[in-house]
């Protein structure tokens, strides 16, 4: 049974914020996984009302209490393979930087974890496929940050230290993520490479999401988008933190070899959802609207071409409109009409993205159930 009761601690320039605080009003519109720390996604049919998921129906993936910060005194510190390191507080951030708003889609690497556990159980959050949203970020580039700081010539890589506290067997530790410096450095004007957050669709970012300074690495997975930043530190090889070197990998075993072995995962994959109907629901004969959400692989150059939708186990295939526009990082919500005979049991959906590559019918099991994008089934019962 979660506990209910507040913590409180210090921790530096921050403390713990208590689960009633985290959950807000109305927590009934999450499905919570945990309260401390705090994990919750929407319901799906919530989720697809809207291309700009609200922020208080964003999926909340969090690896300790969230911690309180003073953000009138709360630095983020900019420092490694650097010539000129320095600290800044939110409101210098916000003077010295020009400001960038960018539409993203941030995912979880276990969304849809649940149903990897069906084939043999796997550890982690068991989420369904709620572990997703898109939202407007505003703040400003890494890139312009790094570039203040005049970036060493050595410099391989950008990692970033949250201030959160997290137990572990082995002492208590903060997330941590990395990401190249080629893709820390990219200015784009579409699309930066990465973004130091302060607002979340127009409002201060919420506590479960970072209040008051995350990054935002669009493309790639939630756990390279770290909540409650402290510091961004550059270096010449990735970071030794628990969540790059013995997380977030693809394995099969958890052995020192295959952790020392496999690459961190860094882009997400291809993927589609049927959002409504729910599963294992009872419908009658005849036409069915369906709807859900499809989301491209974390490429720049690629976005979502095609969603289709089988009422008979994959023998012939209905191809669904948009309701959402086509870009890169983003996901497209997706509409249309199947019909159900006697002989439906479940609906599928796959997607195709811009240069052909198809979600795949079926994908291998690994430790974590990290990116599971086989094609998706929502059961379904025929009423007699």
Sequence with gaps: MINRRGLLFAVGSASICSPLKILGADPSRLLTHGLVPHNAEPRL????????????????????PVPEIDS???????????NRPFKIRLGGLKKSFTKKVATATLTCA???????????KVGGVPWQAGAIGNAKWGGCCLSDLLRKAEVMTEAKYVSFESVDQIKRPTGVIPFGASIPIEKAMDNSTSMPGALVVYEMNGQPLPADHGFPIRTVVPGYIGARSVKWLGKIIVSDKPSA?????????????????QWAAA??????????VTCLPASGVELKIGPLDVSGYALPPGDPSRTIQMVEVSSDGGGSWVKAKFTSPARPFCWRLWKTTVQLTRQTEALLVRATD????????????????????????????IRS
């Design 45 to 64: 049919n919530d989720l697809v009302r809207s291309w700009i998921t609200p922020n208080d129906l964003f999926y909340v993936r969090s690896h300790a």
């Design 72 to 82: 009138g005194s709360f630095e983020l510190s900019v420092e490694g393979l650097v």
């Design 110 to 120: 276990g969304n849809r974890r649940i149903e990897h556990s069906r084939v043999k």
């Design 241 to 257: 933190n628990h969540y790059v070197a013995t997380a977030y990998k693809l394995v099969t075993e958890s052995t020192a070899d």
């Design 263 to 272: 690459s961190p995962i860094q882009r997400f994959v291809v993927n589609s």
């Design 354 to 381: 811009s240069v052909g590559q198809r979600q795949p019918e079926s994908v291998d099991w690994n430790l974590k159930g990290y990116l599971f994008n086989a094609w998706h089934r929502t059961p379904i019962t």
